[in-house]
C-alpha cells in the first residue's frame, strides 16, 4: 500500500489546456516536493512546500500543501509540450535519523501538440 | 558544481550474476539513497546512507546491499540477479539530515536476462 496516492495515473492533453493533478494520503508530512521526471532521467526537484495552506507558483505551474498538511495540488496553466513526463509528488515524515521520504504513484502527463 | 553522477548508465546481466553500481553525490552532500524504480511499482526505497552508515533501510532482500566511503561516494550491490531484479536504479543525495528535497542522478538501467 502506498502511503501517498496520485491522480490521475495517466493525463493526455492538447497543448494550451490547463490541468491538476492531485497527491492524497491519510498521513501528515513534514514537507512535500514535487518532481518532474524525463523518460531514462532521474527525477528533477520543482519545488518544495512546508507550511499548511502554502501556495507556491512557479511560472505556470502552481503548487498547494494542504491545510492539514496531509495532500498537495499541481495546477498547470497552459500546458506546453515541454512539460510532458512524470509527475511524482514526494512526502517527508521526520524519523529519528532524519527525514524519510514517501513517493507518490506517479501521474504520467503528455501534452500534445 | 556537478550533479549526481550514476555510473554505468546501462547494464544488462544475467540471472544468478550480481552487479555493482557506482554513485557520486554532489560536492558537500553526505546522505546518499538508493531507489528502484519500475512501472508497476514506481519509486521503491531501497536504503540510505549518512557519514558511511546505513541509516535507514527499504523493504528489500539481503541480496540487496550497499555501502558509502569516507569521500560519500556510494556503491549498492545486488547479487543472485533474478529476472525481477530488472529496473532503473536512482541514487540520490541531499544535504545532511534536515534536507528538504533529493538531487537525482540519471540512474542506472539494469536489465537481467
Known amino acids: 500500500t502506498q502511503l501517498l496516492e496520485q491522480s490521475p495515473q495517466f493525463l493526455s492533453i492538447q497543448e494550451g489546456e490547463n490541468l491538476t493533478v492531485y497527491c492524497n494520503s491519510s498521513s501528515v508530512f513534514s514537507s512535500l516536493q514535487w518532481y518532474r521526471q524525463e523518460p531514462g532521467e532521474g527525477p528533477v526537484l520543482l519545488v518544495t512546500?512546508?507550511?499548511?495552506?502554502e501556495v507556491k507558483k512557479l511560472k505556470r505551474l502552481t503548487f498547494q500543501f494542504g491545510d492539514a498538511r496531509k495532500d498537495s495540488s499541481l495546477h498547470i496553466t497552459a500546458a506546453q509540450t515541454g512539460d510532458t513526463g512524470l509527475y511524482l509528488c514526494?512526502?517527508?515524515?521526520?524519523?529519528?535519523?532524519?527525514?524519510?521520504?514517501?513517493f507518490g504513484t506517479g501521474t504520467s502527463l503528455t501534452v500534445i501538440p | 558544481k556537478a550533479g549526481v553522477t550514476q555510473t554505468p548508465r546501462y547494464l544488462i546481466k544475467t540471472r544468478g550474476q550480481q552487479v555493482t553500481l557506482s554513485c557520486s553525490p554532489i560536492?558537500?552532500?553526505?546522505?546518499v539513497s538508493w531507489y528502484q524504480q519500475t512501472p508497476g511499482q514506481g519509486l521503491q526505497f531501497l536504503f540510505e546512507y549518512f557519514s558511511e552508515t546505513q541509516r535507514n533501510k527499504g523493504n528489500f532482500p539481503g541480496r540487496f546491499s550497499g555501502r558509502q566511503f569516507s569521500n560519500s561516494r556510494s556503491e549498492m550491490n545486488v547479487s543472485t540477479l533474478e529476472l525481477g531484479d530488472s529496473a532503473l536504479y536512482l541514487c540520490?543525495?541531499?544535504?545532511?539530515?534536515?534536507?528538504?528535497?533529493?538531487?537525482f542522478g540519471s540512474g542506472t538501467r539494469l536489465t537481467v536476462v
Open positions: 512546500v512546508v507550511t499548511g495552506g
Open positions: 514526494a512526502g517527508a515524515r521526520g524519523g529519528y535519523t532524519g527525514n524519510q521520504f514517501y
Open positions: 560536492s558537500g552532500h553526505r546522505s
Open positions: 540520490a543525495s541531499r544535504e545532511g539530515a534536515a534536507g528538504l528535497g533529493y538531487t
